[in-house]
């Protein structure tokens, strides 16, 4: 029985003949997109923009109820709540968002913990209190500032990973790759104003990793074919580097997709914004490492002896040398 291919073995498609035009959209998606974030904002969660916490202790039961207790807490009408575990599986922190009346009431935040207490005690009577307190704005700011250090931290390891493990010009081509997959998620984050919260994170670290798996397998073709075809022409070195390894991309970005389109459409409300940030990094990641990741190469000067060691002149001296006593000339 012949096994299924979705991608031929023979696949020529030249995706070099468009890298002008794509590369322009993509700087153009880049600009828009920050312009977005800088106009109309990212719609922060509790974790960004600060909240209430209530911290409680299920002592009747193994585990908490989360999945109950955010049903719950989210028909008091504040908001989506986030609730985690924190500590023992019968431990959770709940936090929920504070309307902006609220903030300037001094009282008023700890009402509304005490409103949500209220609620789950008298659905769970064994749930012992914690903790009810109010999560700053300057707390909300150092969360924000710590997940913006380790955004750009991961990008700049990427980057000088690559570097040291092919060439320059292939780390900075990788790091741009990544610029624009993060920059168009937080884009699309800022249209649709979705929660974003550190979740969200969360998933744009996964979109950073998966991309750089995807670029880092185009770019190891592309570095054997740079030492196999000499005197290929660089844009069509990448084309065929890039079919040489469609098949394998198609394979992995599919059975990603099996798995998150279920959780995207009958998945929980919770997770939406998690999914729908790795099902959309999963085509721009795919995208960037074909149109942007490689195309760029071109432009940085790649060419056919990038990876061919070049001789000292100790070397070149020593192979004369050699020559003359063979009596060479």
């Known amino acids: 029985m012949k096994l299924l291919k979705l991608v031929p073995n023979d696949t020529n498609i030249r995706f070099l003949k468009l890298r002008v035009p794509f590369f322009v959209v993509s700087l153009l998606l880049i600009v828009a997109s920050w312009g977005l974030v800088f106009t109309q904002g990212l719609n922060y969660g509790v974790d960004f923009a600060g909240g209430q916490e209530v911290r409680l202790t299920f002592e009747d039961q193994d585990e908490a109820p989360i999945p109950a207790l955010r049903e719950l807490v989210g028909g008091l009408g504040y908001g989506t709540p986030v609730v985690q575990e924190f500590g023992a599986p019968n431990q959770v922190s709940i936090r929920v968002p504070l309307p902006e009346e609220v903030e300037a009431t001094p009282g008023a935040a700890t009402e509304i913990g005490n409103a949500v207490i209220a609620t789950i005690a008298q659905e769970y009577p064994g749930a012992r209190t ?186 070149r001296q020593e192979k004369a040398a050699r020559d003359r006593s063979r009596g060479v000339v």
């Open 130 to 315: 914690d903790g009810n307190d109010t999560v700053s704005g300057k707390v909300a700011g150092e969360f924000r500032e710590a997940a913006l250090i380790a955004l750009i931290a991961a990008m700049v390891a990427v980057a000088l990973y690559i570097w040291i493990r092919f060439e320059w010009q292939f780390g900075v081509g990788a790091l741009f790759a990544l610029f624009h997959d993060v920059s168009l998620t937080l884009g699309l984050f800022s249209v649709f104003q979705l929660e974003f919260s550190l979740q969200i994170i969360a998933a744009i670290l996964s979109i950073i990793g998966y991309s750089l798996n995807d670029t880092i397998v185009v770019y190891d073709r592309i570095r054997e074919n740079l030492k196999k075809f000499r005197k290929m022409p660089l844009p069509e070195l990448l084309d065929l580097s890039i079919n040489e390894t469609l098949a394998r991309t198609v394979m992995t970005s599919l059975t990603l997709l099996v798995a998150l389109l279920p959780l995207l459409l009958f998945g929980p409300e919770s997770l939406f914004g998690l999914v729908a940030a790795i099902t959309a990094g999963l085509f721009i990641g795919t995208y960037s490492s074909v149109y942007l990741a490689s195309p760029i190469l071109i432009w940085l000067g790649v060419d056919s002896n990038s990876f061919v060691p070049q001789e000292t002149e100790i070397e």
